[in-house]
């Protein structure tokens, strides 16, 4: 499969920069950070007062990043959002945390509608040199958002998730800002690019009172300048010099206006993703492997341990084992993963230029997560000369330990542009049913990488919050590798996104009607698992049009309504 390249924000410079301004910005409430609050103090605050946008001629929007942060003192803002099901609306809880002693509270019933944060957290009016209003918005904020710490004391990282969810069938998460931390409320992924010519503008920015009231934030809005600068298109600039020979240019004049951009900042740290077929979405969370150092904290209960799970775990075995596995295979008796597979989603008529003259194809994202309790480990063996990897699944105690492992297949080098890394075969499979459930047609694709794209729920037991390797390139390894390692952590899952004819469904040939899409984990049952009961999903479709011209119809999945 091709896979479209999107750049990846550069994470841990992006949460030193953060850390950095906003400590800059709060440094007078150092004195006060050791009070202890009945419940999380949270502040909003700007981190400067005045701040320089940059954007391009012809940008689509403008990401408004206005340096305003949520502070929380005292104890960490921490809530847990989930469905039972599909079925089910979302709920949302607060946890507060004081010391040794845990409590929660539901919030409103209906307050979000889906886990990308709390929707319309914030209000933001804009005005013009004149004192013209030009802006009246609202804004979700994550409170995984880009984050730092706004005193020295504070804990070194965040027991919390790097981003919230956008994956449509996600079940549960966790958002939180840490005690002595700031998140920034401002996330470029989940709002619309705003609009404004060059000048000077004056933003005030307040949190909404429904929220000051749900959590007893202070009635202080924040006033910060804003200088807006647009700059000429460098692609544009980049294909004139080309059209007048500049050098390393030569035919850039040859080829079609450059298209319009977007200057994007690094705001969120729900940053796109090297993961290219994998997940139309950007991941959640982002790439780093960012365990919690339970040194740095003076909360006692931290920690996973029977009862609880805070997502400070930090995953065993990060690299694969250099030697293949000696001694009798074994599969002991303790916790194993659970593959459950999502419904399909981001359907549509496939438009790929590589699709045949004369064919019809639909194309589809699926996803395959690990309930848990435990990891899925899969190292690959690769022997001199040999083209296919021998793959074992591996097995370990409460403690980490490795009490046994079992062969479980292959894996198989992939050197197809866009692929280029190593595929665990007989991952999932993907057939389109007929309406009474009978196969139609099978997809291509049954081998994968194993990648952590998808936080699906974060509030199972052991679910990993900070999984690892969830980009390509640290997950699936180079063709000279004589050893693999893939995981696929608890409470996390891959989605791959099949749209070339080989792995997307032809439907030349079909009938208009209704047809079902079955993603199936672990066809072969190669994997051991806690059950393999709920390893098949089914996605309802209705197929429309004329040949060249097809449709396809996506009713809405229970509560879920996005193709």
């Not at 944060?117 to 030009?134: E, N, Q, R, Y």
């Not at 069938?169 to 619309?192: D, K, M, R």
């Not at 298109?233 to 004049?253: D, I, V």
């Not at 960012?290 to 997502?311: C, F, H, I």
Request: include cysteine; charged fraction near 20%.
């Amino acid at each position: 499969m091709t896979r479209s390249s999107r750049a990846r924000f550069a994470r841990p410079a992006l949460a030193a920069a953060a850390a950095l301004t906003v400590t800059a910005g709060v440094v007078a409430a150092a004195p006060d950070a050791k009070k202890a609050q009945a419940t999380p103090k949270l502040t909003l605050i700007a981190a400067s007062k005045s701040v320089n946008i940059h954007t391009y001629e012809g940008a689509t929007g403008l990401d408004l990043n206005l340096g305003t942060y949520l502070t929380a003192e005292g104890s960490p803002l921490e809530l847990t959002a989930k469905r039972k099901s599909y079925k089910d609306p979302i709920t949302v809880q607060q946890t507060i945390r004081q010391g040794k002693k845990v409590t929660t509270k539901n919030l409103p019933a209906g307050l979000v509608k889906d886990f990308q944060g709390l929707p319309d957290f914030t209000h933001i009016t804009m005005t013009d040199a004149s004192g013209k209003k030009v802006l009246d918005a609202k804004e979700n904020f994550c409170p995984n958002n880009a984050s730092g710490r706004v005193r020295p004391d504070a804990a070194a990282t965040s027991r919390y998730p790097e981003s919230c969810p956008r994956n449509p069938f996600t079940l549960g998460s966790v958002w939180g800002v840490e005690n002595g931390w700031a998140s920034n409320t401002y996330n470029s992924w989940y709002t619309e690019g705003v609009t404004l010519p060059a000048g000077t503008y004056t933003a005030k920015i307040n949190v909404a009172k429904k929220y000051r009231d749900l959590f007893g934030i202070a009635n202080k809005p924040q006033t910060v300048k804003v200088t807006v600068t647009v700059e000429p298109n460098p692609m544009e600039r980049a294909a004139a010099k080309g059209k007048h020979g500049a050098h390393g240019a030569g035919h850039a004049g040859h080829h079609d206006p450059a298209p319009k951009m977007t200057l994007q900042e690094a705001t969120s740290g729900d940053g796109p993703t090297y993961n290219v077929g994998h997940a139309p979405y950007p991941p959640a969370p982002p790439a780093l492997p960012w365990a919690l150092q339970k040194s740095a904290r003076t909360v006692a209960n931290v920690g996973d341990r029977p009862g609880q799970t805070d997502g400070s775990r930090k995953a065993p075995g990060l690299k694969a084992n250099a030697k293949r596995p000696t001694g009798k295979a074994v599969v002991p008796d303790v916790p194993k993963p659970d593959l459950r597979s999502l419904p399909a989603f981001d359907i549509q008529i496939s438009t790929s230029p590589e699709n045949p003259a004369g064919k019809d194809f639909m194309s589809f994202s699926a996803n395959v997560w690990n309930a848990g309790p435990a990891q899925l480990v899969v190292d690959g063996f690769r022997a001199p000369g040999a083209e296919l990897m021998d793959a074992y699944q591996y097995f370990y105690d409460a403690k980490g330990k490795q009490v046994g492992y079992t062969p479980t297949g292959t894996m198989e080098w992939d050197p197809r542009p866009g692929h280029n890394h190593w595929h665990f075969t007989d991952f999932a499979s993907y057939r389109l049913l007929k309406a009474d459930k009978k196969e139609a047609v099978r997809s291509g694709k049954e081998a994968f990488c194993l990648v952590n794209t998808d936080a699906v729920d974060y509030t199972v037991k052991n679910a990993n919050w900070h999984p690892f390797s969830t980009d390509l390139s640290s997950a699936c390894g180079e063709e000279k590798a004589i050893s693999v390692r893939e995981v696929l952590d608890v409470g996390s899952g891959d989605t791959y996104t099949q749209d070339l004819p080989d792995q997307s469904f032809d439907i030349t040939d079909l009938p208009n009607g209704t047809y079902y899409i079955e993603v199936l984990a672990n066809p072969e049952k190669r994997l051991k698992e806690t059950t393999t009961s709920n390893n098949s999903a089914m996605r309802k479709v209705i197929l429309g049009g004329t040949p060249g011209a097809r449709t396809v119809t996506v009713p809405a999945h229970d509560l879920i309504n996005a193709n």
